[in-house]
Every structure is written in C-alpha cells, then in structure tokens.
C-alpha cells in the first residue's frame, strides 16, 4: 500500500471572499469579448525616454485608463449599469484597477479607483496609483471592508450581493464603473486573458510581443500590447462595440495624455 499524499490545507485569504461570492450568488452575465492587438512601439519609447530625462515613472495603467476613460466619454452608454429595462450612464468614468502591495513579505493585489478618470491627466493619475502602492494594506477601505465581509454569515453575503446588484451607486462607490486588469505583467510574450466581467466595460491587459508591422511603406519590428475589451451584451451591441474598440485603439496607438512627455519645444 502506497503512502499517502503530502499535502497542505490553507485558508481563502479573507480579501477573497467577495470575488468567490461574486460569481457564486450573481447570475452570469452575456459578455462578448474582442481581442485586440495595439501598436505600443512609439508609446513605449515616449515613456521610456521621458522616464530617462526626468527620472520618473509613469504608469502604464495610469495612461490605459486615461485612454480607456476617453474613449467610453464618446459614447458613456457602453459603460453603462443595467437595472431591468433600464440603463444608468454616470457622468463621472470611475476606472477600477488592480495596485500590488507587499504585506509581511508577500505581494497582495487590491482594488483602487481613480475616481472621475475622464476628468483627470496622466501625471494625476500616476500620482495617485504611486499613493495607493505604498499605503498600508491594514488602512484601505477595501481590505478592511472584505475583513468585516467575510465574517458574515452566506446568506447575508447573498443578500447584500444581490441589493448590490440593483442599487448602482453604491457599486459604484465600491467597484468604480469599469475596470482594468492585467495578466501581461506577471509574465512575458503576447498572450490575452479572458476575464469574468463584473461591470458593463473592461479591459484586460495581456501580454506584448513583437512582430512585424508596416510603417510608412516599410517593414518594422514594432510591439505589440493584446489587449482583451468586454462587453456586457445586454447593453452593448457589436456596432458600437466596434467602434469604442477603434476609439480605444486609436487614442493608445496614439500616445493620448502623454503630450507633457515631450520635451519643450524652444522657438
């Protein structure tokens, strides 16, 4: 007889609670996802020289959500929260991302929202996420919310789950009105992720690669973000999905917001 298998048994961190009932307690929604591939190559040389002149760092997500922010402006119903036969468009674009902190040693990932982000630049935001980074994981909102969340009984999660569901301020107050995640930092080489969409809008950052592309009636190696874009298809359909795509697209491909990056023109 064989012996037995070595194993170890370890607790569900409490500030995974509310992702696990996320998708126990809420029906699934009908998501149409777009993968995309977006020339970054002159975006990434932008940044990468003003980061040498200047000796500071810029966020990529930071500069995605100014991006992301923009393009839903243009059309605020594909970012909209859906109540029944009702759509609820905010004017204030709350971008939700994912800020790695370390805690005893460990890196934790949490939620922070860059509140009104189509109402705000890139060197704000990149502020403000650096702020998020290095903010005690005991003393935000989030965690410590999930804390007191976790201690509640299954049925009272369920409850509160599903008046959350109807009651749109408040998610907006909790989870922002679109997100951005990313599995391209965690790795290296092209590659998309295929989230489960919690919000009406999100993207996913995957990974970069380089291949060839045609610039000016020439052959390039340039690169390459994949980018996934989800869509909740009870509120966007694929025309406008399209076209927010090739907003999105453009307003990257771009270099959107990072106009202060360049250096000052002497006349």
Known sequence: MSASPRFTVAAVPRYRMGTLDFFHYLPPRPVIHGLIEVDITDVLRTIHDYEARTGEDISFVAFTAYCL???IEADKAVGAFRVGRKLIIYDDIDVNVMVEREVDGHKVVGNHILRAANRKGVPEMCAEIRTAQTQSVRKTRSINMMRWYARLPGFVRALMLRYLQSHTHLWKELGGTTGITSVGMFGEGAGWGIPMALVGLMLTLGGIGKKPGIVEERIEIR?????TVSFDHTITDGAPAARF???????????????????????
């Not at 795509?245 to 006349?267: I, T, W």
């Open 69 to 71: 922010a923009r393009a």
């Open 223 to 227: 690169d390459y973000l994949c980018i």
């Open 245 to 267: 795509v090739n907003r999105l697209q453009a307003l990257v491909e771009s270099g959107a917001g990072l106009e202060f990056c360049h250096p000052a023109r002497k006349d």
